[in-house]
């Protein structure tokens, strides 16, 4: 919840390690390169009472670069807002992955 200060995500905080070593991140990437299917990541931004939820969405390929990216530890809430926002109809998100698959950032 960015009302409770959190400012980023955290590929080390907000993401597991198995038992094997092998970070979540690596091994759902794994599983979407076996399998062709393109991924995505949601986050939501909770910013507190009375304001609305919203959520944006990350290709997951562009996840996977940046977790290993050894300059970057996470995603800052600026850079998420950047990434395309998940619509809502009546507070309910609209899973509409044709949208998303260009990945469009929004870069002011």
Not at 16 to 38: C, E, M, P, Y
């Amino acid at each position: 919840s960015v009302e409770k200060g959190a400012n980023a995500l955290y590929f080390t905080q907000h993401f597991t390690v198995d038992k094997n070593g092998a970070h979540q991140i690596d091994r759902i990437s794994d599983f979407l390169r076996r399998s062709g299917r393109t991924g995505f990541l949601a986050v939501e931004l909770r910013m507190g009472t009375g304001c609305a939820r919203k959520a944006h969405i990350i290709p997951w390929d562009e996840l996977h670069s940046r977790f290993h990216d050894e300059s970057s530890l996470k995603y800052t809430v600026e850079e998420i807002r950047t990434y395309p926002l998940i619509e809502r109809k009546s507070g309910h998100y609209l899973i509409e992955p044709v949208k998303w698959r260009d990945g469009k950032r929004l870069i002011e």
